[in-house]
């Protein structure tokens, strides 16, 4: 593989491994101790090395080594975060302990600063994002949820754009991952140790984070990720950890933004 000349003089001939898991079009390469992640340069890669560095001092993420751009092509070299992915087959089996892992991740997110934030991730910026996914036909109806397109969903893309713009709800601002779901989350010594793939943080709702992470904790339980079946697992869990009501409206509507990234 040929990296910039910068790159390939940290990383040398050191052996590494490609990383498969989860829903992001971005080739990861794993390192003993550090990441180096590849993709088509693009606004979400850009924020990334940004976020990651505004960061640095507030929460445990991974620390920028190089980044470079090359070809429309984004290189970013970072730190590599000690621990396992909170789907990993060790950690699921102890559900009651995961999602209170979770509550306790996204209560650190919470409790970040927002004040100098580089990046504000709320509903206005995240419906222009998806305008112009949907106008270069880049949304992906395969990989939707179940009933979101199709005889009883949308028609369209499109037409779940327009009902995101006529349903927006009012928002309680928070710092947010963006894409909190359960291969975003590493785990170490039964407690979070650092959350990766940043590329869409920033301010925005609360619920932005909560919906996500219900999705993904019905998912990985259900059969969906890994084919195993969990059935005694309630995703409900969740909201008794954070001490919280459900807001299920608010849950529908990011699920269903996030259908168009």
Same mark, same amino acid.
């Given at each position: 593989?040929?990296?910039?000349?910068?790159?390939?003089t940290?990383?040398g001939?050191?052996?590494?491994?490609?990383?498969?898991i989860?829903?992001?079009?971005a080739?990861?390469?794993?390192?003993e101790?550090?990441?180096?992640?590849?993709?088509?340069?693009?606004?979400e890669?850009?924020?990334?090395?940004q976020?990651? @560095?505004?960061?640095?001092?507030? +929460?445990?993420?991974?620390?920028?080594?190089?980044s =470079?751009? $090359?070809?429309?092509m *984004?290189y970013?070299?970072?730190?590599?975060?000690?621990?396992e992915?909170?789907?990993?087959?060790?950690?699921?089996?102890?559900?009651?302990?995961?999602?209170?892992?979770?509550?306790?991740?996204?209560?650190?997110?919470?409790?970040?600063?927002?004040?100098t934030?580089?990046?504000?991730?709320?509903?206005?910026n995240?419906?222009?994002l998806?305008?112009?996914?949907?106008?270069n036909?880049l949304?992906?109806?395969?990989?939707?949820?179940?009933?979101?397109?199709?005889?009883?969903?949308? @028609?369209?893309?499109?037409?779940? +754009?327009?009902?995101?713009?006529r349903n927006?709800? =009012?928002? $309680?601002?928070?710092? *947010?991952h963006?894409?909190?779901c359960?291969?975003?989350?590493?785990?170490k010594?039964?407690?979070?140790?650092?959350?990766?793939d940043?590329?869409?943080s920033?301010i925005?709702?609360?619920?932005?984070?909560?919906?996500?992470?219900y999705?993904?904790?019905?998912?990985?339980f259900d059969?969906?990720?890994?084919?195993?079946?969990?059935?005694?697992f309630d995703?409900?869990?969740?909201?008794d950890?954070?001490?919280?009501?459900p807001d299920?409206?608010?849950?529908?509507?990011f699920?269903?933004?996030d259908?168009?990234?």
């Amino acid at each position: 593989m040929n990296f910039p000349k910068s790159i390939e003089t940290i990383l040398g001939d050191r052996p590494y491994s490609f990383n498969t898991i989860g829903m992001s079009s971005a080739q990861v390469i794993c390192y003993e101790d550090v990441v180096l992640k590849i993709e088509k340069q693009s606004e979400e890669s850009d924020k990334e090395l940004q976020m990651m @560095e505004w960061l640095s001092d507030k +929460l445990p993420v991974p620390q920028v080594l190089c980044s =470079e751009k $090359e070809n429309d092509m *984004s290189y970013l070299l970072m730190s590599k975060i000690s621990g396992e992915i909170s789907c990993s087959s060790k950690i699921i089996e102890n559900p009651k302990h995961l999602v209170k892992m979770l509550a306790e991740g996204l209560r650190m997110l919470w409790k970040t600063d927002i004040t100098t934030c580089p990046y504000n991730n709320s509903i206005d910026n995240k419906l222009r994002l998806a305008e112009i996914r949907v106008r270069n036909n880049l949304c992906d109806t395969e990989d939707a949820e179940p009933g979101t397109f199709g005889a009883n969903g949308f @028609e369209s893309p499109e037409k779940l +754009l327009e009902w995101l713009k006529r349903n927006r709800p =009012e928002e $309680e601002l928070v710092f *947010s991952h963006g894409d909190y779901c359960l291969p975003n989350i590493m785990i170490k010594d039964n407690k979070i140790n650092g959350f990766i793939d940043l590329g869409r943080s920033g301010i925005a709702d609360k619920y932005q984070d909560i919906a996500l992470c219900y999705r993904s904790l019905k998912h990985n339980f259900d059969g969906s990720y890994g084919g195993k079946v969990y059935e005694d697992f309630d995703a409900l869990m969740l909201f008794d950890a954070l001490q919280i009501d459900p807001d299920w409206d608010k849950i529908k509507y990011f699920i269903l933004l996030d259908e168009l990234f």
